[in-house]
């Protein structure tokens, strides 16, 4: 009889247990066991070690109510960041993979953020033209930068907003509790994208052979339509009435922003130097600068054909972003944990949004990822600083910008990637470096970058800067 009383007893624990989390299940189990325990007592400890096991077996194994398993999300904090120079095709830093480059960029934010590589719990990284580079490039950056076998790695390849959403990823994890430190950015070496043919593996028994450029099939081909993004550009440029000459007034002012902001030194709180190997015995060279500001020519840039549209085309080489190598790399943190460690914190991430529309209409979807962008982080438009909004050609930016209604003084003041470069893979990461120099050198407390993407999507995400005090302590 005492066997059976303290049988009772531990059923309905269990049955209270389980009604903690499911109030009405606790209703019902209470009702019954009373029920039974009157009529037949016996019963009634069947009864409530059946549902008490198949408690533990169901239940336990779903996701707890939002009252009982809410987790509140946590600040996620950038404790350092690195961006190698934008190397232009087969220029300065080609001799370099995408990998290697982003090895250099990442090991520089950490030692920037005062953060040992053992403290990383994992890594997502963007990359696009992935072929030739090896498994797992993300790991390969990551293992190159002295972080720990251990550590997960993830590729991400979200085209042109992939070092983006790699840092949206990122947040994500750190925001609900899975991780207190994390490497996030993308890197690309477009100039060693290979060129390959495709049928090759099926044999080759007669005739010519195809030669594709993977940088074109892999990065710049809208495959949905079958042709260039510039045909996109073209696009954009007849729907929204943006002239060729708005476009190149527009790219000169890119050029101009950069190399005001290079020759100010702004872009060396961003950039670590390159080391860059002369070869046969020739002594190596450092690498400082974004090597696209050094070809400006503005009398040249005016005079180019299209390059997408021969008859009333708008769209040239030098009013687009130019093909280019290079990394950039950012350390996530929780707010805890940046406390604990005593790390200075340089901003915080507050929202971050995606959108996609008509993919020969990509071009103008970061228009709608800001407001989502913004509205997720509790914000206004009015109260954004500064927008870096990604040139992958210059009528978008001014598409956006007009879609948006943005004052174009506050809308990538330190130019962007038709001045800089747009290496695929990182561009997504170099704008959010840019952005947190650009909103450091005017005093700007919110900011928001965003970029668009192959197949019609977009990133956004919205920074708060901290204030100067938490600077004290940085090695930037």
Same mark, same amino acid.
């Given at each position: 009889?005492?066997?059976?009383?303290?049988?009772?007893?531990?059923?309905?624990?269990?049955?209270? &247990?389980?009604?903690?989390?499911?109030?009405? +299940?606790?209703?019902?189990?209470?009702?019954?066991?009373?029920?039974?325990?009157?009529?037949?007592?016996?019963?009634?400890?069947?009864?409530?070690?059946?549902?008490?096991?198949?408690?533990?077996?169901?239940?336990?194994?779903?996701?707890?109510?939002?009252?009982?398993?809410?987790?509140?999300?946590?600040?996620?904090?950038?404790?350092?960041?690195?961006?190698?120079?934008?190397?232009?095709?087969?220029?300065?830093?080609?001799?370099?993979?995408?990998? +290697?480059?982003?090895?250099?960029?990442?090991?520089?934010?950490?030692?920037?953020? *005062?953060?040992?590589? /053992?403290?990383?719990?994992?890594?997502?990284?963007?990359?696009?033209?992935?072929?030739?580079?090896?498994?797992?490039?993300?790991?390969?950056?990551?293992?190159?930068?002295?972080?720990?076998?251990?550590?997960?790695?993830?590729?991400?390849?979200?085209?042109?907003? /992939?070092?983006?959403?790699?840092?949206?990823?990122?947040?994500?994890?750190?925001?609900?509790?899975?991780?207190?430190?994390?490497?996030?950015?993308?890197?690309?070496?477009?100039?060693?994208?290979?060129?390959?043919?495709?049928?090759?593996?099926?044999?080759?028994?007669?005739?010519?052979?195809?030669?594709?450029?993977?940088?074109?099939?892999?990065?710049?081909?809208?495959?949905? *339509?079958? !042709?260039?993004?510039?045909?996109?550009?073209?696009?954009?440029?007849?729907?929204?009435?943006?002239?060729?000459?708005?476009? &190149?007034?527009?790219?000169?002012?890119?050029?101009?922003?950069?190399? /005001?902001?290079?020759?100010?030194?702004?872009?060396?709180?961003?950039?670590?130097?390159?080391?860059?190997?002369?070869?046969?015995?020739?002594?190596?060279?450092?690498?400082?600068?974004?090597?696209?500001?050094?070809?400006?020519?503005?009398?040249?840039?005016?005079?180019?054909?299209?390059?997408?549209?021969?008859?009333?085309?708008?769209?040239?080489?030098?009013?687009?972003?130019?093909?280019?190598?290079?990394?950039?790399?950012?350390?996530?943190?929780?707010?805890?944990?940046?406390?604990?460690?005593?790390?200075?914190?340089?901003?915080?991430?507050?929202?971050?949004?995606?959108?996609?529309?008509?993919?020969?209409?990509?071009?103008?979807?970061?228009?709608?990822?800001?407001?989502?962008?913004?509205? *997720?982080?509790?914000?206004?438009?009015?109260?954004?600083?500064?927008?870096?909004?990604?040139?992958?050609?210059?009528?978008?930016?001014?598409?956006?910008?007009?879609?948006?209604?943005?004052?174009?003084?506050?809308?990538?003041?330190?130019?962007?990637?038709?001045?800089?470069?747009?290496?695929?893979?990182?561009?997504?990461?170099?704008?959010?470096?840019?952005?947190?120099?650009?909103?450091?050198?005017?005093?700007?407390?919110?900011?928001?970058?965003?970029?668009? *993407?192959?197949?019609?999507?977009?990133?956004?995400?919205?920074?708060?800067?901290?204030?100067?005090?938490? !600077?004290?302590?940085? /090695?930037?």
């Amino acid at each position: 009889m005492i066997h059976v009383k303290v049988s009772f007893i531990l059923s309905a624990c269990y049955i209270i &247990d389980w009604g903690i989390q499911q109030r009405v +299940q606790l209703y019902v189990g209470i009702i019954a066991f009373l029920f039974l325990f009157f009529a037949a007592p016996t019963r009634a400890f069947h009864f409530v070690t059946f549902f008490s096991k198949a408690h533990l077996f169901l239940f336990r194994s779903l996701p707890m109510s939002s009252t009982s398993a809410s987790v509140k999300p946590r600040d996620v904090c950038i404790v350092g960041v690195a961006r190698t120079p934008m190397g232009g095709l087969l220029g300065s830093l080609s001799s370099l993979s995408a990998t +290697q480059l982003g090895s250099i960029a990442i090991q520089a934010a950490l030692k920037r953020a *005062n953060v040992d590589p /053992s403290l990383v719990q994992e890594v997502f990284f963007g990359n696009v033209l992935s072929a030739n580079l090896g498994q797992a490039p993300a790991r390969q950056a990551a293992l190159g930068a002295g972080i720990p076998t251990s550590v997960i790695c993830t590729t991400i390849n979200k085209v042109c907003a /992939s070092g983006m959403k790699a840092t949206m990823l990122a947040a994500q994890t750190i925001k609900f509790g899975l991780n207190d430190v994390v490497v996030a950015g993308g890197m690309e070496s477009m100039s060693n994208a290979p060129k390959y043919i495709a049928e090759a593996r099926k044999g080759s028994r007669y005739g010519h052979d195809t030669v594709i450029d993977g940088m074109v099939k892999d990065g710049l081909w809208d495959v949905y *339509n079958d !042709f260039g993004m510039g045909v996109c550009a073209e696009i954009c440029a007849d729907q929204h009435v943006i002239t060729r000459d708005e476009q &190149d007034s527009y790219a000169i002012q890119s050029f101009e922003r950069g190399i /005001s902001a290079q020759n100010a030194g702004y872009f060396a709180w961003e950039i670590v130097p390159v080391e860059v190997s002369g070869g046969r015995g020739k002594p190596s060279t450092l690498v400082d600068k974004d090597e696209g500001l050094g070809k400006f020519d503005a009398a040249k840039l005016r005079k180019l054909r299209p390059s997408f549209k021969e008859v009333g085309g708008s769209v040239t080489a030098g009013n687009a972003s130019s093909i280019s190598d290079g990394a950039a790399a950012l350390v996530l943190v929780s707010e805890e944990k940046a406390r604990e460690l005593g790390l200075h914190i340089i901003a915080k991430i507050r929202g971050f949004a995606d959108a996609a529309k008509a993919p020969e209409l990509f071009t103008t979807a970061p228009a709608l990822a800001i407001p989502k962008a913004i509205s *997720n982080a509790g914000l206004d438009a009015s109260q954004i600083d500064y927008y870096e909004i990604n040139e992958a050609f210059s009528v978008v930016a001014l598409a956006n910008q007009k879609l948006l209604g943005l004052n174009p003084e506050k809308v990538n003041v330190h130019g962007g990637a038709v001045s800089l470069g747009h290496p695929l893979g990182c561009s997504g990461a170099r704008i959010l470096v840019t952005l947190l120099g650009a909103l450091r050198q005017k005093r700007g407390k919110y900011g928001v970058a965003a970029i668009c *993407n192959g197949g019609g999507g977009a990133s956004a995400l919205v920074f708060e800067l901290m204030p100067a005090a938490s !600077f004290r302590r940085s /090695s930037l």
